[in-house]
T-cell receptor
Framework: GAVVSQHPSRVICKSGTSVKIECRSLDFQATTMFWYRQFPKQSLMLMATSNEGSKATYEQGVEKDKFLINHASLTLSTLTVTSAHPEDSSFYIC??????????FGPGTRLTVL | DQQVKQNSPSLSVQEGRISILNCDYTNSMFDYFLWYKKYPAEGPTFLISISSIKDKNEDGRFTVFLNKSAKHLSLHIVPSQPGDSAVYFCAARPLQGAQKLVFGQGTRLTINP
């Protein structure tokens, strides 16, 4: 149980385009999901907390207009990187928490902006 | 301000021996701690956790120890196996704060045959 999926696993896009990443909890409902970013050889940095039915809570320094988060249902959250630039290239990971204290992570999405 | 610290970026252990990964934290409001294992280009996989009301939790080859007075936790893996080679992250959850996790920098564990 407690499986989280992400789609796509890998995406390459041109600078200036927008990219949408989906995060789904497959066997549980999650009122809260989390979006992280990981740079090479660094730790996971929390970008935002996605709340079902309400606005996301962004961490300090994360641009709300650049990283749009929508938590449309109890099993789906999306992260849209708008007007992507090469510096947005990174590994994006989502997580969700069933009715336990443990967060379960998706497999991640590798974004490369050319 | 790094609230969760893993001071060893890497660790190399012989197969069959014990691997000990350490983690220190500064925020006394953390009440729940987790260890995750991560392979390159994959999401972290949950390993084991411990609540602040306990000082030890064991699951198979994995044992987590918590020393609240020292604000220190450790993950013991015994016996170590080649498949354990990965990056290990410790994470802590504050008592308040919508279940947000704060991660350490990670320790790359290499198990040598």
């Amino acid at each position: 149980g407690a499986v989280v999926s992400q789609h796509p696993s890998r995406v390459i896009c041109k600078s200036g385009t927008s990219v949408k990443i989906e995060c789904r909890s497959l066997d549980f409902q999650a009122t809260t999901m989390f979006w992280y970013r990981q740079f090479p050889k660094q730790s996971l940095m929390l970008m935002a907390t996605s709340n079902e039915g309400s606005k996301a809570t962004y961490e300090q320094g994360v641009e709300k207009d650049k990283f749009l988060i929508n938590h449309a249902s109890l099993t789906l959250s999306t992260l849209t990187v708008t007007s992507a630039h090469p510096e947005d290239s990174s590994f994006y990971i989502c997580s969700a928490r069933p009715m336990t204290d443990t967060q379960y992570f998706g497999p991640g999405t590798r974004l490369t902006v050319l | 301000d790094q609230q969760v610290k893993q001071n060893s970026p890497s660790l190399s252990v012989q197969e069959g021996r014990i691997s000990i990964l350490n983690c220190d934290y500064t925020n006394s409001m953390f009440d729940y701690f987790l260890w995750y294992k991560k392979y390159p280009a994959e999401g972290p996989t949950f390993l084991i956790s411990i609540s602040s009301i306990k000082d030890k939790n064991e699951d198979g080859r994995f044992t987590v120890f918590l020393n609240k007075s020292a604000k220190h936790l450790s993950l013991h893996i015994v016996p170590s196996q080649p498949g354990d080679s990965a990056v290990y992250f410790c994470a802590a959850r504050p008592l308040q704060g919508a279940q947000k996790l704060v991660f350490g920098q990670g320790t790359r564990l290499t198990i040598n045959p």
